[in-house]
């Protein structure tokens, strides 16, 4: 008998026939004998129909507001599902995470978990039921309702798995697995068996959407068993685990991208000790996450220094850099919105020479110019100019020998 938390994505959820279908997948796993925990997203489209709405009243909501409002798509999906388990004689029961209680800290619209309190959840399994909870959603210390950031649903489960020890945690979604890189983008992409946590928290973080990044680090953390699958086939998914010796084989796993960063450059601060501290410092303190950083400093002892941030923060921090500028003696700011950044992952790549020789070479094949460059021991990111995203992925895709020759065969629907 095994514990497994299940997790269904918002097209897995999308309407009454596409729960039904999730309710005789959570009967099939019952009747194999597990006990089941089971996670569910809003209905797709519904968390972005409610943001709209708040946006039409304020532009920029009240964020305790925002998390009572967007917590509510996945109330409808959980009572449906328990309602149709419970008409098919499956004892089910529905909670929010209010009520479980996953305990986050206050921070609206972007909460972490910080603890979960199991024992209504153990109570109910022992009683023979199915547990089924909402996702992305707590509840902060003084009983207000939290939402955990977009796609956080996925960190729901995980970390209910962890905190439950799940001998495995199922993440559904609307394709196979983890592919290689974008399928829309490269039709050859190819699924992956598996994958390790830390290739997966750096595809995650570099933009592929298939699981939060939150989730990844959870269960790297407590080393959940995890598997990426599809709702819509009997497929095997993708199963993130830790890593072994033929990973290492492989030099690059994947490639990833993100259109959603935007580039900021201060020109001609002076070349001396304290100024990055001071710029970064308050950007930091603004909230805003920096990504890629380079600093130059050219013949006159002035220095360039550019980096990177979500194109949602780059108004914000171009317009403090514009009330350092007098302070520092600073020439300008200039904002760049038009770069994407393209990324290598691999664990392969820590033993492996050349690797970042070879996607520079790659690029440059195509006369695509690389504007920053920044790498860990296994990825490297460029940032380049937008529109040259989708060739960078192909040509990368071809270069590493990614993709699958084979066409991909479909499976029946259940
Ligand atoms: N419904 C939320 C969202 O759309 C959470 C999730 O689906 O994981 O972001
Ligand atoms: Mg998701």
Redesign the pocket.
Known sequence: MALIVQKY??TSVANLDRIASVARRVIASRENGNDLVVVL??MSG???RLIDLAKKINPAPHEREMDVL?ST??QVTVALLAMILNNLSVPARSFLGSQVKIITDSAFTRARITEIEKQQITDELKRGSVVVVA??QGVDGDGNITTLG?????TTAVALAAALSADLCEIYTDVEGVYTTDPNICPNARKLEKISYDEMLEMASLGAKVL?TRSVEFAKKFSVPLVVKSSFTNGSGTIVTGEDKDMEQVVVSGIAYNVNEAKVTIRGVPDKPGIASRIFGTIADAGIIVDMIIQNVGADNSADITFTVPRSDLKKATEILDGLRGELGAAEVIADENIAKVSIVGVGMRSHAGVASEMFRALAKEGINILMISTSEIKVSCAIERKYTELAVRVLHEQFDLGDDAPLVTQEEL
């Open positions: 994505g918002g997203s809003a519904e968390t972005d967007i798509g996945e996702g992305f977009r796609g956080g649903s996925d939060h």
